[in-house]
T-cell receptor, first 111, second 113 residues
């Protein structure tokens, strides 16, 4: 099975810090990518889609590098409420709506 | 509007038993997908149903089956439970307009003893 790889962390950062996560994917045919956020023992929730041109939503910026097959998520001015697991996700090519999730990166923002 | 609802929220079974998990999609959503999330892992795709037909299946054994009803709700069935089936089972629904609007339910947490 083609994999999506993430550093599991945990990333411990102080409030206000900038933190970046990277994720690599092995299927060169993959076209669509997402970042999901998952709080402890809760369901995953879509954070943002990832585009080659970059995608910014407030303090969050996602980027796709097709040549190197990696996806990044940058969080600026971290808040305590950003503490969660961030899942890197690819839409499996040709599958319809099957999503292939990474194992997630754990972020803990401390006061 | 109600989101994706799943039942039961928690259940405990013993090895060899059978379990049925239920999911009601968001009103108007015709596609339902099932995912298994083992502790410490990302969710893994099990099935996708659209308009009552199976449209995709992940790498799971035949002990796993599902169906979708005329009202678009869905059931996931797992036979001959193994300890390794202990997981959070997530249902997600979407309209046919793209995976970027995939919405997950809160899940059914299954423990197999």
């Amino acid at each position: 099975r083609k994999e999506v790889e993430q550093d599991p962390g945990p990333f411990n950062v102080p409030e206000g810090a900038t933190v970046a996560f990277n994720c690599t994917y092995s299927n060169s045919a993959s076209q669509s990518f997402f970042w999901y956020r998952q709080d402890c023992r809760k369901e995953p929730k879509l954070l943002m889609s990832v585009y080659s041109s970059g995608n910014e939503d407030g303090r969050f910026t996602a980027q796709l590098n097709r040549a190197s097959q990696y996806i990044s998520l940058l969080i600026r001015d971290s808040k305590l409420s950003d503490s969660a697991t961030y899942l890197c996700v690819e839409l499996v090519p040709g599958s319809g709506y099957a999503l292939n999730f990474g194992k997630g990166t754990s972020l803990l923002v401390t006061p | 509007d109600a989101g994706v609802t799943q039942s039961p929220t928690h259940l405990i079974k013993t090895r060899g038993q059978h379990v049925t998990l239920r999911c009601s999609p968001i009103s108007g959503h015709k596609s339902v997908s099932w995912y298994q999330q083992v502790l410490g892992q990302g969710p893994q795709f099990i099935f996708q149903y659209y308009e009552k037909e199976e449209r995709g299946r992940g790498n799971f054994p035949d002990r796993f089956s599902a169906r979708q009803f005329p009202n678009y709700s869905s059931e996931l069935n797992v036979n001959a439970l193994l300890l390794g089936d202990s997981a959070l089972y997530l249902c997600a629904s979407t309209s046919r307009t793209g995976a970027n609007v995939l919405t997950f339910g809160a899940g059914s947490r299954l423990t197999v003893l």
